[in-house]
Protein backbone atom coordinates (compact mmCIF):
# COMPACT_ATOMS: atom_id res chain seq x y z
CA UNK A 1 0.00 0.00 0.00
CA UNK A 2 1.11 3.54 -0.81
CA UNK A 3 -0.54 5.81 1.47
CA UNK A 4 -3.47 3.92 1.68
CA UNK A 5 -3.56 3.07 -2.12
CA UNK A 6 -3.59 -0.49 -3.16
CA UNK A 7 -0.88 -0.44 -5.90
CA UNK A 8 -0.82 -4.24 -6.97
CA UNK A 9 -4.65 -3.61 -7.63
CA UNK A 10 -4.80 -0.78 -9.49
CA UNK A 11 -1.37 -1.89 -12.12
CA UNK A 12 -3.83 -5.54 -11.81
CA UNK A 13 -6.86 -3.37 -13.35
CA UNK A 14 -4.62 -1.76 -16.14
CA UNK A 15 -3.12 -4.32 -17.22
CA UNK A 16 -6.68 -6.14 -17.52
CA UNK A 17 -8.57 -3.62 -19.23
CA UNK A 18 -5.36 -3.21 -21.44
CA UNK A 19 -6.38 -6.72 -22.59
CA UNK A 20 -9.79 -6.09 -22.90
CA UNK A 21 -8.73 -3.46 -25.34
CA UNK A 22 -6.61 -5.43 -27.30
CA UNK A 23 -8.99 -8.00 -27.99
CA UNK A 24 -11.66 -5.77 -28.90
CA UNK A 25 -9.36 -4.03 -31.34
CA UNK A 26 -7.79 -7.19 -32.74
CA UNK A 27 -11.30 -8.60 -33.14
CA UNK A 28 -12.01 -5.89 -35.50
CA UNK A 29 -9.41 -5.84 -37.62
CA UNK A 30 -9.64 -9.43 -38.04
CA UNK A 31 -13.47 -9.73 -38.23
CA UNK A 32 -14.63 -6.40 -40.30
CA UNK A 33 -16.81 -7.65 -42.74
CA UNK A 34 -18.85 -9.27 -39.11
CA UNK A 35 -18.88 -6.32 -37.61
CA UNK A 36 -20.36 -4.33 -40.35
CA UNK A 37 -23.34 -7.32 -40.93
CA UNK A 38 -24.05 -7.02 -36.57
CA UNK A 39 -24.10 -3.23 -37.55
CA UNK A 40 -27.03 -3.95 -40.15
CA UNK A 41 -28.74 -6.56 -38.13
CA UNK A 42 -29.20 -4.08 -35.55
CA UNK A 43 -30.33 -1.34 -37.50
CA UNK A 44 -27.31 0.86 -36.77
CA UNK A 45 -24.49 2.53 -38.73
CA UNK A 46 -21.09 0.83 -38.58
CA UNK A 47 -19.11 3.97 -38.00
CA UNK A 48 -21.17 4.01 -34.75
CA UNK A 49 -19.44 0.84 -33.38
CA UNK A 50 -16.06 1.98 -34.92
CA UNK A 51 -15.80 5.11 -32.58
CA UNK A 52 -17.36 3.29 -30.14
CA UNK A 53 -14.24 0.97 -30.43
CA UNK A 54 -12.26 3.85 -31.14
CA UNK A 55 -13.51 5.50 -27.56
CA UNK A 56 -12.59 2.59 -25.98
CA UNK A 57 -9.00 2.82 -27.00
CA UNK A 58 -8.69 6.21 -25.86
CA UNK A 59 -10.18 5.90 -22.86
CA UNK A 60 -6.94 3.57 -22.15
CA UNK A 61 -4.90 6.97 -22.74
CA UNK A 62 -7.03 8.45 -19.41
CA UNK A 63 -6.18 5.25 -17.32
CA UNK A 64 -2.57 5.47 -17.97
CA UNK A 65 -2.31 9.12 -16.99
CA UNK A 66 -4.79 8.82 -14.09
CA UNK A 67 -2.84 6.16 -12.70
CA UNK A 68 0.55 7.46 -13.19
CA UNK A 69 -0.73 10.67 -11.56
CA UNK A 70 -2.46 8.62 -8.40
CA UNK A 71 0.52 6.98 -7.61
CA UNK A 72 2.97 9.79 -7.57
CA UNK A 73 0.47 11.57 -5.28
CA UNK A 74 0.19 8.85 -2.66
CA UNK A 75 3.81 8.27 -3.20
CA UNK A 76 4.09 12.41 -1.78
CA UNK A 77 1.46 11.76 0.60
CA UNK A 78 3.17 8.68 2.08
CA UNK A 79 6.72 10.12 2.38
CA UNK A 80 4.88 13.98 4.37
CA UNK A 81 2.31 11.37 6.52
CA UNK A 82 -0.72 13.26 5.26
CA UNK A 83 -3.14 13.22 7.73
CA UNK A 84 -1.73 11.27 10.07
CA UNK A 85 0.80 14.39 12.42
CA UNK A 86 -0.84 14.67 15.99
CA UNK A 87 -0.84 18.45 15.54
CA UNK A 88 -3.79 19.25 13.42
CA UNK A 89 -2.85 22.44 11.71
CA UNK A 90 -0.07 20.53 10.23
CA UNK A 91 -2.33 18.46 8.95
CA UNK A 92 -4.30 21.08 7.97
CA UNK A 93 -1.14 23.04 6.15
CA UNK A 94 -0.22 19.75 4.63
CA UNK A 95 -4.16 19.56 2.76
CA UNK A 96 -3.83 22.65 1.78
CA UNK A 97 -0.65 23.05 0.01
CA UNK A 98 -1.43 19.91 -1.60
CA UNK A 99 -5.24 19.94 -1.78
CA UNK A 100 -6.37 16.38 -3.31
CA UNK A 101 -8.74 17.85 -5.46
CA UNK A 102 -6.13 20.51 -7.09
CA UNK A 103 -2.51 18.83 -6.64
CA UNK A 104 -1.76 17.71 -10.17
CA UNK A 105 2.26 16.95 -9.92
CA UNK A 106 3.90 16.71 -13.47
CA UNK A 107 4.66 12.82 -13.78
CA UNK A 108 6.91 13.12 -16.75
CA UNK A 109 9.75 10.64 -15.95
CA UNK A 110 12.98 13.55 -16.10
CA UNK A 111 10.21 15.39 -13.57
CA UNK A 112 10.00 12.38 -10.79
CA UNK A 113 13.33 11.58 -10.98
CA UNK A 114 14.28 15.42 -9.83
CA UNK A 115 11.27 15.14 -7.32
CA UNK A 116 12.71 12.12 -5.85
CA UNK A 117 16.13 13.18 -5.87
CA UNK A 118 14.89 16.24 -3.71
CA UNK A 119 14.17 14.37 -1.20
CA UNK A 120 17.21 11.78 -1.08
CA UNK A 121 20.44 13.68 -2.10
CA UNK A 122 22.50 11.65 -5.37
CA UNK A 123 19.29 9.38 -5.59
CA UNK A 124 18.35 8.38 -9.76
CA UNK A 125 15.72 6.12 -11.25
CA UNK A 126 18.14 3.19 -11.79
CA UNK A 127 16.54 3.28 -15.53
CA UNK A 128 17.89 5.91 -17.83
CA UNK A 129 14.90 8.67 -19.11
CA UNK A 130 16.68 7.48 -22.80
CA UNK A 131 15.14 3.93 -22.22
CA UNK A 132 12.60 2.91 -25.05
CA UNK A 133 10.00 1.91 -22.48
CA UNK A 134 10.56 5.21 -20.25
CA UNK A 135 10.42 7.40 -23.96
CA UNK A 136 7.22 5.41 -24.83
CA UNK A 137 5.70 6.34 -21.36
CA UNK A 138 6.66 10.13 -21.73
CA UNK A 139 5.30 9.91 -25.23
CA UNK A 140 1.91 8.89 -23.38
CA UNK A 141 2.20 12.32 -21.05
CA UNK A 142 2.46 13.86 -23.96
CA UNK A 143 -0.75 12.49 -25.61
CA UNK A 144 -2.81 12.83 -22.87
CA UNK A 145 -2.29 16.45 -22.97
CA UNK A 146 -2.85 16.59 -26.36
CA UNK A 147 -6.18 14.58 -26.43
CA UNK A 148 -7.58 17.06 -23.33
CA UNK A 149 -6.40 20.44 -24.97
CA UNK A 150 -7.22 19.66 -28.73
CA UNK A 151 -8.98 16.71 -29.13
CA UNK A 152 -6.22 14.82 -30.65
CA UNK A 153 -4.92 11.80 -30.10
CA UNK A 154 -1.24 10.25 -31.38
CA UNK A 155 -0.94 7.62 -29.55
CA UNK A 156 0.04 3.65 -30.78
CA UNK A 157 -1.86 1.18 -29.37
CA UNK A 158 1.35 -1.01 -29.92
CA UNK A 159 2.66 1.45 -27.77
CA UNK A 160 0.44 1.03 -24.18
CA UNK A 161 2.37 -2.46 -23.31
CA UNK A 162 5.63 -0.34 -22.59
CA UNK A 163 3.61 2.93 -20.74
CA UNK A 164 1.99 -0.01 -18.29
CA UNK A 165 5.61 -1.95 -17.58
CA UNK A 166 6.97 1.17 -16.93
CA UNK A 167 3.99 2.40 -14.70
CA UNK A 168 5.10 -1.19 -12.48
CA UNK A 169 8.75 -0.50 -13.00
CA UNK A 170 7.77 3.58 -11.05
CA UNK A 171 5.77 1.61 -8.89
CA UNK A 172 9.18 -0.47 -7.80
CA UNK A 173 11.01 3.06 -7.34
CA UNK A 174 8.42 4.49 -4.80
CA UNK A 175 8.24 1.46 -2.93
CA UNK A 176 11.63 0.92 -2.40
CA UNK A 177 12.67 4.59 -1.99
CA UNK A 178 9.56 4.41 0.95
CA UNK A 179 10.44 1.52 2.05
CA UNK A 180 14.28 0.65 2.28
CA UNK A 181 15.99 4.22 0.88
CA UNK A 182 19.86 3.05 1.68
CA UNK A 183 18.84 -0.36 -0.13
CA UNK A 184 17.67 1.28 -2.83
CA UNK A 185 21.31 3.64 -3.00
CA UNK A 186 23.09 1.24 -2.48
CA UNK A 187 21.49 -0.74 -5.25
CA UNK A 188 22.05 2.59 -7.70
CA UNK A 189 25.46 2.76 -6.74
CA UNK A 190 26.26 -0.89 -7.42
CA UNK A 191 24.07 -0.45 -10.34
CA UNK A 192 25.89 2.59 -11.62
CA UNK A 193 29.34 0.44 -11.65
CA UNK A 194 28.41 -2.51 -13.81
CA UNK A 195 26.54 0.01 -16.43
CA UNK A 196 29.57 2.11 -16.26
CA UNK A 197 31.92 -1.54 -17.08
CA UNK A 198 29.75 -2.46 -19.68
CA UNK A 199 29.42 0.51 -21.69
CA UNK A 200 33.15 0.87 -21.51
CA UNK A 201 33.51 -2.66 -23.18
CA UNK A 202 30.97 -2.03 -25.75
CA UNK A 203 33.05 1.16 -26.36
CA UNK A 204 36.49 -0.70 -27.23
CA UNK A 205 35.08 -2.67 -29.59
CA UNK A 206 34.57 -6.55 -29.97
CA UNK A 207 38.17 -6.54 -31.12
CA UNK A 208 39.43 -4.97 -27.97
CA UNK A 209 38.41 -7.38 -25.04
CA UNK A 210 40.99 -8.93 -23.23
CA UNK A 211 39.63 -12.15 -21.03
CA UNK A 212 42.92 -11.87 -19.05
CA UNK A 213 42.47 -8.16 -18.57
CA UNK A 214 41.00 -8.04 -14.66
CA UNK A 215 38.15 -5.54 -15.61
CA UNK A 216 36.93 -7.87 -17.44
CA UNK A 217 36.61 -10.74 -14.12
CA UNK A 218 35.82 -8.29 -12.16
CA UNK A 219 32.65 -6.83 -13.96
CA UNK A 220 31.57 -10.71 -13.62
CA UNK A 221 32.27 -11.05 -10.09
CA UNK A 222 30.37 -7.13 -9.44
CA UNK A 223 27.22 -8.96 -11.24
CA UNK A 224 27.33 -12.07 -9.12
CA UNK A 225 27.64 -9.89 -5.90
CA UNK A 226 24.49 -7.78 -7.41
CA UNK A 227 22.26 -10.58 -8.24
CA UNK A 228 23.04 -12.25 -4.96
CA UNK A 229 21.69 -9.01 -3.20
CA UNK A 230 19.12 -7.51 -5.59
CA UNK A 231 17.51 -10.09 -7.59
CA UNK A 232 14.90 -10.96 -5.73
CA UNK A 233 13.87 -7.65 -5.70
CA UNK A 234 14.09 -6.87 -9.11
CA UNK A 235 12.75 -10.72 -11.31
CA UNK A 236 9.10 -9.04 -10.73
CA UNK A 237 9.27 -5.98 -12.43
CA UNK A 238 8.95 -6.53 -15.94
CA UNK A 239 11.26 -3.91 -17.52
CA UNK A 240 14.23 -4.91 -14.67
CA UNK A 241 13.52 -8.67 -15.21
CA UNK A 242 15.33 -8.94 -18.38
CA UNK A 243 18.23 -6.91 -16.79
CA UNK A 244 18.48 -9.49 -14.59
CA UNK A 245 18.40 -12.25 -16.82
CA UNK A 246 20.71 -10.58 -18.92
CA UNK A 247 23.27 -10.20 -16.21
CA UNK A 248 22.46 -13.86 -14.81
CA UNK A 249 23.61 -14.80 -18.37
CA UNK A 250 26.61 -12.62 -18.59
CA UNK A 251 27.53 -13.97 -15.11
CA UNK A 252 27.32 -17.55 -16.59
CA UNK A 253 29.68 -17.16 -19.18
CA UNK A 254 32.45 -19.09 -19.57
CA UNK A 255 35.59 -17.25 -20.56
CA UNK A 256 37.37 -20.26 -21.01
CA UNK A 257 35.54 -20.09 -24.50
CA UNK A 258 37.50 -16.66 -25.16
CA UNK A 259 34.68 -15.94 -27.53
CA UNK A 260 35.35 -12.37 -27.87
CA UNK A 261 32.52 -11.75 -30.40
CA UNK A 262 29.80 -13.56 -28.04
CA UNK A 263 31.24 -11.74 -24.79
CA UNK A 264 30.76 -8.39 -26.97
CA UNK A 265 27.47 -8.93 -28.11
CA UNK A 266 26.02 -9.84 -24.96
CA UNK A 267 27.48 -6.87 -23.51
CA UNK A 268 25.62 -4.65 -26.38
CA UNK A 269 22.31 -6.09 -25.36
CA UNK A 270 22.70 -5.08 -22.04
CA UNK A 271 23.39 -1.78 -22.66
CA UNK A 272 20.69 -1.31 -24.82
CA UNK A 273 18.16 -3.25 -22.33
CA UNK A 274 19.78 -0.61 -19.41
CA UNK A 275 19.51 2.42 -21.76
CA UNK A 276 18.57 2.52 -25.07
CA UNK A 277 21.78 3.73 -26.38
Known sequence: MIHYLDEEE?????????EKVEAVINSRREQRGKYRTFS????????YIDDCIDSYEFSLLISCYTLSEKLFKHFIYEMLDKDSHRNTYLNLFINNKINPNKFSPNVKIESINKELSNYKDKYELLLSKTHTSLKKYDEMINARHKYAHANN???RF???KEVIFTIEYLIFEYKLFLGNINLRINMQKDFKKIESEILKICGKGQNHINFRNYSVKELRDN??????KYRNLMINVELLKNIVQSF???ERFDLRTKDQIL???LCKKISISISSI
Open 158 to 160: EDY
Open 248 to 250: EEL
Open 153 to 155: YPM
Open 40 to 47: QNINLAFE
Open 10 to 18: EINKLKEKY
Open 223 to 228: IKKFLK
Open 263 to 265: FYD
